[in-house]
């Protein structure tokens, strides 16, 4: 079993910052792939960003150039550096990770932005 909390969402004005943190603990493996997901409301839940074991990332084209995902193994802790935040990015984000074929979700973080 995997446990996934996220942190770190809240209120933010337009073009402003915020850092998204995916905290894991349990069986969890060097190996597994991280993601980050959101969802708005009335829509359905979207990919964001994905980070695997060779650090490579992937990113949706709507978030390319200003989301950063990354990750810190000492800590079992994947981030989302999020900057230039539009009103469009405002959602729920989810963190899901892939841990021996199995998916985990987290709780999910409220990120709501301003115009």
């Known amino acids: 079993q995997v446990q996934l909390v996220e942190s770190g969402g809240g209120l933010v004005q337009a073009g402003g910052s915020l850092r998204l943190s995916c905290a894991a603990s349990?069986?969890?493996?060097?190996?597994?792939?991280v993601r980050w997901f959101r969802q708005a409301p009335g829509l359905e839940r979207e990919f964001v960003a994905q980070?695997?074991?060779?650090?490579?990332?992937t990113y949706t084209d709507s978030v390319k150039g200003r989301f950063t995902i990354s990750r810190d193994a000492a800590k079992n802790t994947v981030y989302l550096q999020m900057n230039s935040l539009k009103p469009e990015d405002t959602a729920i984000y989810y963190c899901?990770?892939?841990?021996?074929?199995?998916?985990?979700w987290g709780q999910g973080t409220q990120v709501t932005v301003s115009s």
């Open positions: 899901n990770r892939i841990n021996r074929g199995q998916n985990y």
């Open positions: 349990g069986s969890i493996s060097s190996l597994d792939i």
């Open positions: 980070i695997i074991w060779s650090e490579t990332t």
